[in-house]
C-alpha cells in the first residue's frame, strides 16, 4: 500500500507544464527548419505522389524500404548472352562421332534427321533407348525455343518497367521446361542403357552399355553451351 501511495503522489507532482519541458518543447524553443530544401524539391515530390496516387494497382516494389534495381546492365548482358547462346545451340554440334576411318558432327537440328535410324536399334535396346532419344530430342527443342522467347523478352521496348520484370519472369520460366529436361536426361543415363549394335557402329567412346560417361565423352560444343545456359536463365527467376 506504502508503494501505491509513493508513486501515485509522484504522479500527481508531475504537471502539464514539467511534462512538455521533459520531452523538449522549452528546451529548444527555435522554430523548425524548413522541410523542403527549395520549392522545386517540394514540387518534385508532390508531382511523384500525384503520379502514383492515380495507377490503380500499387506494386510491392515501389512501396519497399529500400529500392533495390533488380534487373541491372550486367544482368541484362549475361542474359543476352545465355540466350542467344541458347537459341543458336539448334544450330551447333551437339555429339562429335568418331571411328577409325570417319569423323563426323550432329548439329542440333541435324539430330532429328537421324530419329529414323536412332529409333531402327530400340527394338535392340529397349524402352529405355527410345526414351534417351525422345529426351534428347525435346532437351534440343525446348532450349532453342527458350533462348529465342527469353531472347526476345529481354529486348523487349519497356513502356512500363514493372510489367516490363513481370513478363520477362514468365518467359524466364519457361527455362525451366529444357532444365527439367536436362536432368531426366542425365538420370537416365546414370542409370544406363545396354547397346549391343555398339560394335556395328564402330564409334569411339560407345561400348555395350551406354551410360553417363559415354554421353559427355560424345558431347560437343551444343551441350556444353546449352546445359549452363538454362541453368543461368534459371538462377535469374527468383530475383524478379
Request: hydrophobic share 45%; charged share 25%; aromatic share 14%.
Amino acid at each position: 500500500m506504502e508503494k501505491k501511495d509513493e508513486k501515485k503522489k509522484t504522479f500527481e507532482k508531475i504537471s502539464e507544464d514539467l511534462r512538455f519541458k521533459y520531452i523538449g518543447f522549452e528546451i529548444y524553443p527555435k522554430s523548425p527548419k524548413e522541410f523542403w530544401k527549395n520549392e522545386e524539391e517540394k514540387r518534385r515530390y508532390l508531382e511523384e505522389v500525384r503520379r502514383k496516387g492515380s495507377r490503380s494497382i500499387l506494386v510491392e516494389r515501389d512501396h519497399s524500404l529500400v529500392r533495390v534495381k533488380v534487373f541491372s546492365s550486367v544482368d541484362r548482358m549475361v542474359l543476352t548472352i545465355a540466350s542467344f547462346l541458347l537459341t543458336v545451340s539448334f544450330f551447333l554440334p551437339w555429339f562429335s562421332l568418331r571411328g577409325q576411318d570417319f569423323g563426323t558432327y550432329v548439329l542440333g537440328f541435324g539430330f532429328f534427321l537421324k530419329l529414323g535410324t536412332l529409333f531402327g536399334y530400340a527394338p535392340l535396346s529397349g524402352a529405355f533407348f527410345s526414351l534417351f532419344v525422345i529426351l534428347v530430342g525435346l532437351t534440343i527443342l525446348s532450349s532453342f525455343g527458350a533462348g529465342l522467347i527469353s531472347l526476345l523478352a529481354i529486348h523487349r521496348k519497356r513502356n512500363d518497367e514493372e510489367s516490363y520484370l513481370n513478363n520477362l519472369k514468365k518467359r524466364l520460366k519457361l527455362n525451366l521446361i529444357p532444365l527439367v529436361l536436362w536432368i531426366a536426361l542425365i538420370i537416365t543415363s546414370i542409370i544406363g542403357i545396354p547397346t549391343p549394335f555398339a560394335d556395328s557402329l564402330r564409334v569411339d567412346g560407345f561400348g555395350d552399355h551406354f551410360n553417363v560417361i559415354n554421353f559427355f565423352a560424345l558431347s560437343s560444343y551444343g551441350i556444353w553451351l546449352s546445359l549452363p545456359s538454362v541453368i543461368i536463365n534459371c538462377a535469374k527467376i527468383s530475383d524478379l
